[in-house]
């Protein structure tokens, strides 16, 4: 067989053609590239949560503040909001979204912080106050946010406690047996007062902001 040698302005146009397919080749026209990922999005993941600060302990009637972060599965740091809780708000409440711990009476509780699915637990004892407020004959309790302030009050038998209600509205249900008073339903821009006539603890939540709890102490 003989073959022919093909002109020069056709052997060049061969080599263009020849040139373009391997170009496309190497481009991905073949459909089997992986899709794209998003870099760094598992660094987001939460795969810890730890509570800071040294405090395993508060008196009845103090307060402190518990800490808390995230990280990933590196050990990165995750920028995240917490929820907290108490395991025994009888003993000692916290701000469900400030870790500020209150004691209530003398025992120990479980504060726990979650975020992203994942808890860090701390355990708090809370001793006996050295010297305990004396009750009070009126107390004001307000409600700033989705929070009691203060969220522990004392007041004597028959002592009067004054709810200041914001714009946003709130609600406030007694816990306890007898001797608690008539609960207020939801009101905003009011003052409301409840008199207590029965010694003993009165838990008070509003059930319009998940952990918005309190303690109401009456001897």
Known sequence: MKYRTLPPRFAARACACAAILVVSASCGGGGGDAAPT???SSNQTISNVSITGNATSVAVG???????TATNASG???ATTFTWTSANPMVALVGSSTGVVTGV????????ASAGGQNGVRVISVTAASQPPPPLAQATIEM????????????????????VFT???HNVFFG????????IPVTSNQVVQRTFTTAGLFNINCTLHPGMSGVITVQ
């Open 62 to 68: 103090a307060t402190v503040t518990l800490g808390a």
């Open 38 to 40: 998003s870099p760094g």
């Open 76 to 78: 990165g740091s995750v």
């Open 105 to 112: 009476a003398v025992g120990s509780t479980t504060i726990t």
């Open 167 to 169: 714009a946003l509205p």
């Open 144 to 163: 700033p946010g989705a929070a009691f302030s203060p969220n522990a009050v004392s007041i004597v038998v028959g002592g009067t406690v004054t709810f």
């Open 176 to 183: 306890g047996g007898a001797g608690r008073p008539a609960d």
